[in-house]
């Protein structure tokens, strides 16, 4: 089991920037993919950023590449999303999650989930 903890989110204002946490316990954090996901009521869960589990390979979804950044510290097992130049299209409730799975983009694959936090952007 993996438990996954998310932090950071909250009201910013278009354009501004937010860091998103992930803190992980249960297993060896660096045999984990991990990835951040998006979801606005009525849609399904979205990709955002995804990076291995060295840290060495990321990808990101084309709606954030260039204003988002996802790193990782597996001493302290936890991941990051540095969200810049926010718009109100950002707006929703930010998922991490993790697989053993290689950079993979859906959401289907991943095992482990933690609760979301909330992220709105006004204009």
């Known amino acids: 089991q993996v438990q996954l903890v998310e932090s950071g989110g909250g009201l910013v204002q278009a354009g501004g920037s937010l860091r998103l946490s992930c803190a992980a316990s249960g297993r060896t954090f660096s045999d984990y993919t991990m990835g951040w996901f998006r979801q606005t009521p009525g849609k399904e869960r979205e990709f955002v950023a995804v990076?291995?589990?060295?840290?060495?390979?990321?990808n990101y979804a084309d709606s954030v590449k260039g204003r988002c950044t996802i790193s990782r510290d597996n001493v302290k097992g936890t991941v990051f999303l540095q969200m810049d130049s926010l718009k109100p299209g950002d707006t929703a409730v930010y998922y991490c999650?993790?697989?053993?799975?290689?950079?993979?983009?859906?959401?289907?694959?991943?095992?482990?989930w933690g609760q979301g936090t909330q992220v709105t952007v006004s204009s």
């Open positions: 990076i291995s589990g060295s840290g060495g390979r990321t």
């Open positions: 999650a993790a697989t053993r799975y290689f950079i993979v983009t859906r959401a289907s694959v991943y095992e482990y």
